[in-house]
């Protein structure tokens, strides 16, 4: 059992807010969120902070610790120095209802204007075939628990005014889920340029370093995605083979 | 705490310029974090600025950049040569021969203001593909955009530049030649691998002796190894795990495809290629690094033979000639 000190944003947008400490006793094995609850217990039964699975699989208990986004649950105390005192706030990115809680509405809206999977007909048995291995890549972004820690990390919607163009990572994820799926028929490529704004991700990969399911955003969704939309939009050589071999462009994409 | 009102400010957070919720800075290059991030960026910026200078004053120096059998990838293939005007110019290995006196004497025409005699370098010819691969690579761009620019310098590290961002669109759509770039790269993972070959052969001429800057084509070729044909060839697989990795190779080998698998469940060329691609796609920043490096260090041991800094231990009995 040792001493340890946390500073903990409390406040709201309406009447501000501060750091106030709070010091406990922390035992073997404990996480942060253990931490929050010890001081809920014992200095502040009215800090608010949400959580559910304590597992890392529900994505609710995101905040920033230490300055990085980061889910309390997984966030062993014995990661930290003997002695260190532990900052924790809410997510910079989206609005503060209070403490360390936000409303991360926003992503559910994003959600909404990605067009749902389209997929082909059925099969004459009244089946839906895929193969195992075009079904692996699109497996990897089913893992998402939607903690929108990679939301919090993109450094275009924590800190850009242009925020408004860009979905995000977690939603070119979910983009790149559809557009790779062997099974789905609709054109995405427009909506992620123009839409979604894959144009303003300069691909610095803090979304991979925050994602806890460790999904590798960077290299398997966004970066794919831009490159079918150089194909689309860019390449004169893809441009000319389209021409001299007109078609469905969503057929381009698929080999039978 | 400043109370926000607007839409978009109730849709997203604090914008910069305005005090943040939740005890959050937005000053340029502030951050919460208590780790030591700014070690990863300034070590980038280290090595990244170690080669720029190392190849630039390589590449206008013009000279030491073969030693028979050795060709530095710097200037490889080799456009042109001139053995009375630069030392170690192998016409043969050339691939237009000498160059035209014409086009060095107006090449000291426009370059007469300057101070000094610069010469006329066949690797300029040669690096602006290399570099045109690497400045829009994928992995360098995060790179130089967190070390060069700070846009951001590290995650959760508020950006240098607080005006309005428009990331990799507008002048920044330049970032898509990388596919060209790339077709350039694989091209001359192969030219590479030839002068690897070449390295195994040393050229005589018709008295058995080594061959030498002047003297014209070399009779034959007499075949053995040496140290610098192991760190040629090893500078091949460097940059062939560069290379081959590189996420728009990724891409055109098989990642734009949505089914790889045919009806009947089987797996062409294309997938398997793929695999080993994004195995390599995983170890790319490894071998972004290590081929950089080996690059570097390939030519600086031919240059070091050159001027007889070490001797290039080999089989043909004797020390690699310097190409004077």
Partial sequence: MSERTFRIWRGNPQDGGDFVEYTIDVQTGMVVLDCIHEIQKQHAPDLACRWNCKAGKCGSCSMEINGK??????????????????????????????????????????????????????????????????????????????????????????????????????????????????????????????????????????????CPEHINITDNAIIPLKERVVDRFYDPLMWLMRKLKPGNSREKTTVE | MTTTTSATESRFGPRQGQKPQGGHVSAPLTTQRSDPWQIGPLLTLLGFGSFVVYVTFRAFQGLDYYSAPYLSPFYSPLVYANPEYYSGSPTFHALLGNLPAEALTMWQQMIAWLPLALPLSPAFFILIFPASFRGTCYYYRKAYYRSVVGSPAGCTVCPIAQGTYQGETRLLLIQNLHRYAMYFAVAFIFILGYDGWLSLWMPVDAQGASWVAGGGDPATYQFGFGVGSVVMMLNVVFLGGYTFGCHSWRHMIGGRLNRFASSSGETGLSYAVWKMTSWLNERHMLFAWVSLFWVMFTDFYIWAVCNGWITDLNSWSQTAAIGQ
């Fill in chain 1, 69 to 210: 986004p980061a889910l309390s649950c997984m966030t062993r105390m014995n990661t930290f120095e003997e002695g260190e005192t532990i900052t924790v706030q809410p997510l910079k990115t989206f609005p503060v209802i209070r403490d360390l809680t936000n409303d991360v509405s926003w992503n559910y809206q994003q959600n909404k204007r990605i067009r749902p999977f389209a997929p082909r007909p059925r099969d004459p048995d009244g089946e839906h075939r895929m193969m195992q291995e075009d079904v692996d890549r699109v497996q990897e972004f089913r893992k998402c628990i939607e903690c929108f820690l990679c939301q919090d990390m993109c450094h275009i919607l924590r800190d850009r005014e242009t925020q408004q163009n860009f979905a995000g990572p977690r939603f070119m994820v979910r983009l790149a889920s559809l557009d790779m799926h062997p099974l789905d028929t609709d054109d995405r490529i427009q909506e992620v340029r123009d839409e979604s704004g894959s144009g303003l991700c300069n691909i610095t990969r803090c979304c991979t370093e925050a």
